[in-house]
């Protein structure tokens, strides 16, 4: 085991396509994990609109009046750092400003009115004005851009991990259940694969969406029963070959039980067909959530979602703002097809006969 173990990691790592896709989903990983950290706008979901500075291009900047939140709200810093501030500062976008006794006075961002406002300096909660800028500009509802793109990794990730988990529970569990007894077992299992993989995907998971109702967990569980049945094929395949090997014929004269000599026979010998299939699994999942947020069931606003994003500013393309809908394109494209790379080099490192 240890021999094909270091022969695996000596090709992999000669494997520059498979290092560079790897690297690059620990680094969305990374980011996904410590999103409100990195994001300029670590409200939660990278929610605060400013209206008057909507579709701005790529590193404006401009003055911003912040009046401090609520000291008495309490959030603590594990909840702030995975979900976001639930009580973010209230940021004002202004064009000029002076300060006049325990007065600030100041004109918001493109007002149309020429008159000033002003807000009271208390000593206890001053107000705060910065010269902020937006590396990758606003949307079309003045929030940051480069904050919504980078919370949209958590949504992606996510619908990858939690639908392979259940599809690789679910297909396991099946597809090794249909290879090792055979039979009318098989036939019943293979009659339910066969029925689900006739079914468009896509027109599945949105049957089952609208079923559960639209919402975050709900595209989860959606896509993980969709995706169960590749892997049970897969896995029902491995099984009828293994069960034929001596080993296992020697499991059965030790009396040993059928689940033990499954999943502690079995199932250990098939996992590299298993690893390749969950890589290309995690890239579907990515694509069928975009679409299903592109389509408006999936992730709700004002969740961030990378499909959702491309949906809220599709039009800009033709309008002189195509960044806007092809840089969550091309975070999509470049994570699906990372994980399809690193899929096709795990399947050439885990080759004996290569």
Same mark, same amino acid.
């Given at each position: 085991m240890s021999e094909l173990s270091s022969s695996f990691l000596k090709k992999f790592k000669n494997n520059f396509i498979g290092l560079s896709s790897l690297f690059f989903i620990i680094l969305v990983v990374i980011t996904a994990i410590f999103a409100y950290v990195i994001a300029p706008d670590s409200s939660k979901n990278s929610n605060q609109m400013h209206l008057s500075i909507h579709s701005k291009s790529p590193g404006f900047n401009t003055l911003m009046l912040i009046q401090k939140s609520n000291p008495s709200k309490n959030q603590s810093k594990l909840d702030r750092l995975? =979900?976001?501030?639930?009580?973010?500062?209230?940021?004002?976008?202004?064009? !000029?400003? $002076?300060?006049?006794?325990?007065?600030?006075?100041f004109k918001e961002f493109n007002s149309k009115k020429n008159i000033e406002e002003f807000l009271m300096i208390s000593s206890g909660n001053p107000p705060l004005v910065i010269k902020k800028k937006f590396l990758l500009g606003t949307?079309?509802?003045?929030?940051? =851009?480069?904050?919504?793109?980078?919370?949209?990794? $958590?949504?992606?990730?996510?619908?990858? =991990?939690? &639908?392979?988990s259940i599809s690789l529970i679910l297909g396991?569990?099946?597809g090794s259940i249909a290879g090792y007894y055979g039979g009318r077992i098989d036939s019943i299992i293979m009659w339910i694969i066969n029925v689900t993989w006739s079914v468009p995907t896509l027109l599945l998971v949105i049957a089952i969406t609208l079923g559960l109702g639209k919402g975050f967990w709900q595209v989860f569980? %959606?896509?993980?029963? !969709?995706?169960? @049945?590749? @892997?049970?094929? @897969?896995?029902?395949?491995?099984?009828i070959n293994i069960k034929q090997q001596q080993f296992i014929s020697a499991a059965?004269?030790?009396?040993?039980?059928?689940?033990?000599?499954?999943?502690?026979?079995? @199932?250990?010998n098939i996992t590299?067909?298993?690893?390749?299939? !969950?890589? &290309?699994?995690? %890239?579907? &999942?990515?694509?069928?959530?975009s679409g299903l947020?592109?389509?408006?069931i999936g992730a709700q606003p004002p969740m961030s979602s990378w499909g959702a994003i491309i949906k809220e500013h599709y039009n800009e393309i033709i309008l002189g703002n195509a960044y806007l809908a092809l840089i969550p394109g091309m975070c999509i494209l470049l994570l699906v097809m990372s994980f399809m790379l690193i899929g096709n080099s795990l399947r050439d490192s885990l080759d004996v006969k290569s």
């Open positions: 995975f =979900f976001g501030n639930k009580y973010p500062d209230i940021e004002i976008p202004i064009s !000029t400003y $002076r300060i006049q006794g325990n007065k600030i006075f949307d079309k509802f003045g929030r940051d =851009f480069l904050s919504r793109i980078i919370i949209g990794s $958590r949504i992606s990730l996510s619908i990858g =991990f939690v &639908a392979v396991i569990f099946f569980v %959606a896509v993980g029963l !969709t995706m169960w @049945v590749e @892997v049970a094929r @897969v896995v029902r395949g491995e099984v059965n004269v030790l009396g040993y039980t059928d689940f033990r000599i499954i999943y502690r026979h079995i @199932v250990p590299s067909p298993i690893i390749v299939i !969950t890589a &290309a699994n995690f %890239a579907a &999942a990515i694509l069928i959530e947020s592109f389509l408006g």
